[in-house]
């Protein structure tokens, strides 16, 4: 987003003319300092708004990235769970979780998101949430060897991500008609050995 | 390209000319029929010229592909070592050939050419390369149950996509700056697990 938008002093005069302000020095903040280092106020304070007002609007600091990113759930309704498997089971439990999100009413939306955030630099979002978001959600409790937990999750990631891209954007067939539930326990023991088994490098 | 060449009768005028209308033909023709279904009869066909001068200019089908989506190297220099790879060592030979392109002189090309694919409608030269290409010469080797071997060599694909991706195009850190053997190495169980293991839903 580099369009400039013209200061204006005092109270904006439009609700739907502040959420827009909002949410793009969210994006803009977010993508370049990560979700992490962001706070509500410095968005609220380069929006020319009151943190409460942002509270009001988009509720948690999560909800306000997910709808920075057109993203239509609460990003803690996956993260929620996340946090209660048991580490020996997130191989599972993560694509389990995840990927029938892009099977639901919500893909398109998804999809959206990911094919603009791809053409053009949104990708400091997605890096973001991958990051911050899933690196210290998930790589906190699977750190062992002690700093291992980030490379850990990351491997994750790239596979979480490609399968997204297979199935989605590069349509490759049968894969992309192939029940989630079958990719999901496919991939599940290779997760489970990123996460958890003995990897080459870390030790 | 949806741009419309007009067409000229006769002999081309210029070389560099003729050229560009055979590429700019070879990917709409590789995009809608794929690699395998393509041939380059029918492309010097559609640019108006005589097969021998396609030959001439770009070698076999496989280099035209490559020149068409600007890859800078001939795909047979990674496909004649896949052919002589045991199929046991598969899961490591795949990225351990694949992956240092990326990380060679070369990689700039190839993430040229791709993010250029994700933003354009060049998603199709990607599919038919991992689906006619990829599928065919490993596909065939591992198609244990018979019908199998497609799906199989799409989980590879998965994860190889999700590592460019994860690496070149979002930069997760370290993720991003660990050797490339380590990468292969880490991923190259479960490629074997892809290719040669027994999957959920696959008997």
Redesign the interface.
């Known amino acids: 987003m580099s369009t400039s938008h013209r200061k204006r002093p005092g109270r904006p005069s439009g609700t739907s003319d502040t959420r827009d302000r909002i949410l793009t020095n969210a994006r803009e903040l977010f993508a370049r300092n990560g979700i992490g280092k962001t706070s509500i106020r410095s968005i609220a304070a380069a929006a020319g708004v009151d943190s409460a007002l942002v509270h009001h609007y988009f509720g948690t600091k999560e909800q306000l990235f997910a709808a920075a990113v057109h993203i239509p759930i609460d990003p803690m309704l996956v993260i929620g769970p996340m946090r209660e498997a048991p580490i020996d089971e997130l191989g599972l439990t993560l694509p389990s979780l995840l990927l029938p999100l892009w099977d639901s009413e919500m893909g398109a939306a998804f999809l959206a998101t990911l094919r603009s955030l ?2 053009g630099d949104g ?1 400091g979002l ?2 973001s949430f ?2 911050d978001v899933i690196a210290v959600e998930i790589g906190s409790r699977v750190d062992e060897p002690p700093g291992s937990g ?2 850990r999750v ?2 994750v ?7 997204v ?3 989605y ?7 992309a008609s ?2 989630v539930e ?1 990719i999901a ?3 599940a ?2 997760l489970q ?2 996460l958890t088994g003995e ?3 870390l030790s």
């Open positions: 791809l053409a990708v997605i890096r991958l990051q980030r490379i990351q491997f990631a790239s596979q979480l991500v490609g399968v891209m297979a199935r954007i590069l349509e490759l067939e049968p894969f192939l029940p079958q326990q496919t991939i023991p290779n050995h990123y990897l080459p490098g």
